[in-house]
C-alpha cells in the first residue's frame, strides 16, 4: 500500500526567504507524485507533477520539486516566497495500477512580511 | 474551460434532513471523485467513479452516504439522514483513468449540520 508523510504541520518563513516543505512517500512500484496547493475557501489547483524523466520539476508560482528515488522524497522548494504564497500544500502519489490519489496531512505555509 | 462545478457552495441544514451535493465534471474527463476534508481527518477519499461506474466506495462512511453518477456530466453525493459529525467540505474533482492526468478540484461544498 502506498502512503504519504508530511513531516511538518505548519512552516512560517518570512517573505523573499526560501523555503522547503518536505514529503516523503512509501510505494512497492514506480509511483507518480503531486504537489497541490490549497488557498482558504477553494478547491486543490495543482502546482506541479512527476511522472517520470528529470527529477526536477518547475511548476507554477516560483516552486519546484526534486524526486528523490533513493530516499523516497519529493520535496517542493521555493527559492522566494511571497505573502500570496500563505495556503495549505499537499503531496500526493499514485501509480499506473489506480487512480486513486493517496494525500499527505498537509503542511501550511505562513508567509510573514 | 469550465472547471469542476459543484454546488451548492454552502449548505446549512438540521440534522435528520436530507442533504444532496451536486458535481459537474470537466468535459471529457471519464474520472470522478468524492472526497472530505475535516480538520480532525484531514482530505478523505469517499468513492470514484470510472465511465460512470462506482469502482471503489470504501471510504463511505456508512450507509446513510450513497453518491451515484447517472451520466457523464452529473454527480450527486447523499447523506440521508444527516448528522452534526458529517460537517465538512466535500470536494468533486474529475480527472482521467491511469494516474498520469492530474485530478481537478472544484471549490467544494461547505456543509454545515445543527
Known amino acids: 500500500a502506498q502512503s504519504v508523510t508530511q513531516l511538518d504541520s505548519q512552516v512560517p518563513v518570512f517573505e523573499e526567504a526560501p523555503v522547503e516543505l518536505r514529503c516523503n512517500y512509501s510505494?512497492?512500484?514506480?509511483?507518480?507524485l503531486f504537489w497541490y496547493v490549497q488557498y482558504p475557501n477553494q478547491g486543490l489547483q495543482l502546482l506541479l507533477k512527476y511522472l517520470s524523466g528529470s527529477t526536477l520539476v518547475k511548476g507554477i508560482n516560483g516552486f519546484e520539486a526534486e524526486f528523490n528515488k533513493s530516499q523516497t522524497s519529493f520535496h517542493l522548494r521555493k527559492p522566494s516566497v511571497h505573502i500570496s504564497d500563505t495556503a495549505e500544500y499537499f503531496c500526493a502519489v499514485t501509480d499506473y495500477n489506480t487512480d486513486k490519489l493517496i494525500f499527505g496531512t498537509g503542511t501550511r505555509l505562513q508567509v510573514f512580511p | 474551460d469550465a472547471g469542476v462545478i459543484q454546488s451548492p457552495r454552502h449548505e446549512v441544514t438540521e440534522m435528520g434532513q436530507e442533504v444532496t451535493l451536486r458535481c459537474k465534471p470537466i468535459?471529457?474527463?471519464?474520472?470522478l471523485f468524492w472526497y472530505r476534508q475535516t480538520m480532525m481527518r484531514g482530505l478523505e477519499l469517499l468513492i470514484y467513479?470510472?465511465?460512470?461506474?462506482?469502482?471503489?466506495d470504501s471510504g463511505m462512511p456508512e450507509d446513510r452516504f450513497s453518491a451515484k453518477m447517472p451520466n457523464a456530466s452529473f454527480s450527486t453525493l447523499k447523506i440521508q439522514p444527516s448528522e452534526p459529525r458529517d460537517s465538512a467540505v466535500y470536494f468533486c474533482?474529475?480527472?482521467?483513468?491511469?494516474?498520469?492526468?492530474?485530478?481537478?478540484f472544484g471549490d467544494g461544498t461547505r456543509l454545515s449540520i445543527l
Open positions: 510505494s512497492s512500484v514506480s509511483v507518480y
Open positions: 467513479f470510472n465511465n460512470n461506474v462506482p469502482i471503489d
Open positions: 474533482a474529475s480527472g482521467w483513468t491511469g494516474g498520469v492526468e492530474p485530478q481537478h
Open positions: 468535459s471529457g474527463h471519464n474520472s
